[in-house]
């Protein structure tokens, strides 16, 4: 298993250095002075100013998967694509440069490199869906950086619901899927996913996911079925972040649960009973 980074301990107070906007998403760039590079699928709780002031909401932070990071002299650079779909995500999605973000973090357990979710995997396969291909943007530069082969397959309902594909810049081949045509495949990323496994060397694959929890259960069905092996980044409703709350608990397939939060957010599909968690938000 790639190395888990380890947060110091407590919140960090980050500026914001950067903001764009991407398609329907929107990224922005904290420079975490203090804190180490986090590892592929590692993810940070959030909270900015502003929070409390929509009705006392959002009280909690937030979690959020680092899609980009880059040490840099002033400390490491950490880029956060976000969907607008409530309290905190719309604050967090309105923050300008120079706002302060608090921050812990990276958390959870990272991606495992290709070899060790499938020994003598010749690459990685890497599948993306809506706001899921954040942890897939920065596994895929790390795969990259280390000369692994890797084709990424996105998939997003339609133009307002698409964004941050400039994350994945253009070294590596990238499947498009829109459920509404107007771009690449007309249909699911899983669709494609289908016809990357087709072949006698579908047991041999490594391939990563993240997504609504529909897609990753379509995932986890898929590589079943053709042998191949998977690792999901999930979600479920983190309250903490850091194992006290078992607010995100998952069901595993033997039995019990796992905390999400510190046995994952990265599982093997086959570890889970079901990807299909209440509550985790994204359609
Ligand atoms: C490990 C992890 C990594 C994550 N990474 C990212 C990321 O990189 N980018 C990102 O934008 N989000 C990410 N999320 C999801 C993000 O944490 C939630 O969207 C956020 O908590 C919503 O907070 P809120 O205050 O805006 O809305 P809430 O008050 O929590 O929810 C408001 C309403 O929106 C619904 N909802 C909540 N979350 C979502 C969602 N994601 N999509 C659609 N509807 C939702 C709720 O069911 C509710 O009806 C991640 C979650 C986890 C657990
Ligand atoms: S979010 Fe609290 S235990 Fe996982």
Same mark, same amino acid.
Request: proline share 7%; charged share 20%.
């Given at each position: 298993?790639?190395?888990?980074?380890?947060?110091?301990f407590g919140a960090r107070t980050t500026n914001v250095v950067a903001r764009r906007?991407?398609?329907?998403?929107?990224? =922005? &760039?904290?420079?975490?002075?203090?804190?180490?590079?986090?590892?592929?699928?590692?993810?940070?709780?959030?909270?900015?100013?502003?929070?409390?002031?929509?009705?006392?909401?959002?009280?909690?932070?937030?979690?959020?998967?680092?899609?980009?990071?880059?040490?840099?002299?002033?400390?490491?650079?950490?880029? =956060?694509?976000?969907?607008?779909?409530?309290?905190?995500?719309? *604050?967090? +999605?309105?923050?300008?440069?120079?706002?302060?973000?608090? *921050?812990?973090?990276?958390?959870?357990?990272?991606?495992?490199?290709?070899?060790?979710?499938?020994?003598?995997?010749?690459?990685?396969?890497?599948?993306?869906?809506?706001?899921?291909? +954040?942890? $897939?943007? $920065? %596994?895929?530069?790390?795969? &990259?950086?280390?000369?692994?082969?890797?084709? &990424?397959?996105?998939?997003?309902?339609?133009?307002?619901?698409?964004?941050?594909?400039?994350?994945?810049?253009?070294?590596?081949?990238?499947?498009?899927?829109?459920?509404?045509?107007?771009?690449?495949?007309?249909?699911?990323?899983?669709?494609?996913?289908q016809v990357a496994l087709k072949g006698d060397d579908a047991a041999a694959a490594?391939?990563?996911?993240?997504?609504?929890?529909?897609? %990753?259960?379509?995932?986890?069905? *898929?590589?079943?079925?053709?042998?191949?092996q998977a690792e999901l980044a999930m979600e479920a409703p983190m309250a903490c972040?850091?194992?006290?709350?078992?607010?995100?608990?998952?069901?595993?397939?033997?039995?019990?649960?796992?905390? %999400?939060?510190?046995?994952?957010?990265?599982?093997? +599909?086959?570890?889970?009973?079901?990807? %299909?968690? +209440?509550?985790?938000?994204?359609?």
């Amino acid at each position: 298993m790639t190395a888990r980074v380890l947060a110091p301990f407590g919140a960090r107070t980050t500026n914001v250095v950067a903001r764009r906007e991407t398609g329907g998403y929107v990224v =922005f &760039t904290a420079l975490d002075a203090d804190g180490p590079d986090p590892a592929p699928g590692q993810f940070y709780m959030l909270r900015s100013e502003g929070w409390g002031s929509q009705g006392g909401r959002p009280f909690l932070p937030r979690a959020f998967s680092v899609a980009a990071a880059e040490r840099t002299a002033d400390g490491v650079r950490l880029e =956060f694509l976000v969907e607008a779909v409530g309290p905190g995500t719309s *604050i967090l +999605a309105s923050l300008g440069a120079g706002a302060e973000l608090t *921050i812990t973090g990276p958390l959870g357990r990272p991606f495992s490199e290709p070899d060790e979710v499938n020994p003598g995997a010749p690459g990685a396969i890497m599948v993306g869906g809506g706001i899921g291909v +954040a942890p $897939i943007a $920065i %596994l895929r530069r790390h795969l &990259t950086e280390q000369g692994i082969p890797g084709r &990424t397959l996105l998939g997003f309902r339609d133009e307002a619901h698409s964004g941050g594909l400039e994350l994945f810049g253009a070294c590596q081949e990238v499947g498009l899927a829109f459920e509404d045509g107007h771009r690449g495949h007309q249909g699911y990323v899983t669709d494609l996913l289908q016809v990357a496994l087709k072949g006698d060397d579908a047991a041999a694959a490594a391939v990563y996911a993240c997504g609504p929890p529909v897609m %990753l259960e379509a995932v986890r069905a *898929i590589c079943a079925e053709r042998g191949a092996q998977a690792e999901l980044a999930m979600e479920a409703p983190m309250a903490c972040g850091y194992g006290a709350c078992f607010g995100c608990a998952v069901p595993l397939a033997e039995g019990g649960y796992m905390r %999400l939060c510190v046995d994952g957010p990265v599982v093997r +599909a086959d570890a889970i009973e079901t990807a %299909l968690v +209440a509550g985790s938000g994204h359609r």
